[in-house]
């Protein structure tokens, strides 16, 4: 097979999957133009995602102190760690990690343009940072996308950075507890995204984007991996068909 044979297979060609985003099949990307239609396009594919962030936002009020370090994990454009900054002062220190530079630099375009002293976004790997002691971590629709097998060993690193009483607060994609409950939430999400005005060839081009990229958990999956790593008190704070908010408390 030569090159451009092998460029023409449908398996690589750029595929739109809607709001301006392209992607291919198994090959979702955080990186290239995608951060400059993120917001836009996140906020229409996932239900409920903005009334997710004024969740988290009252929630760190029970959290964060005058002295607190805080941190996103997967901060992406960085809006959910600016409200956040906003919210509690100058005082408190607010770092956004995400392991896609582009995003990265979406972020500090948009935090250049209202510049908060007390907001840094890095690039960096959430699993190897280097985390001070905490008293908040928010990871919003991001431990979905850290490979399985590292995934315990990411919670872990989350417990031990947080001080005693701090608090993390989870959003996820999670699979239905058998395969009858995730044909129906799997059916009730694609209807939704239809009536977001997603076209039948959108969704299937971002459902065979994610495909190896995307690995959610069953809540109870989710809740084990936390027990795991030290959290005894969890609760669910948010529920819509496949989209779940954990609140631990360590």
Sequence with gaps: MNMSTLMSSPALAYETVGDGVESRNAAWSFGGTTPQHFDSHVSKSVPRYKDGHEIVLSLSDFFVKSDSTCYELGSSTGTLTR??????????????????????????????????????????????????????????????????????????????????????????KVRGPDARFQDILSSLYVDYKRDQGYSADEILAKTRSLKGVLEPFSTAGNIDLLNRAGFQDITTVFKHICFEGFFCIK
Aim: aromatic share 14%; hydrophobic share 45%; glycine share 4%.
């Design 83 to 172: 409200r956040l900054a906003l919210r509690h002062g100058v005082s408190t220190k607010w770092v956004g990690i995400d392991v896609e530079d582009a995003m990265t630099c979406q972020a500090n375009t948009l935090l250049s343009a209202s510049p908060l002293p007390n907001v840094s976004f890095v690039t960096d790997d959430i699993l190897t940072f280097d985390y001070q002691k905490s008293d908040l971590i928010v990871a919003y629709y991001t431990v979905q996308f850290v490979h399985p097998r590292i995934r315990q060993a990411l919670f872990d690193r989350i417990y031990e950075s947080l001080n005693w009483g701090g608090a993390f607060i989870m959003f996820e």
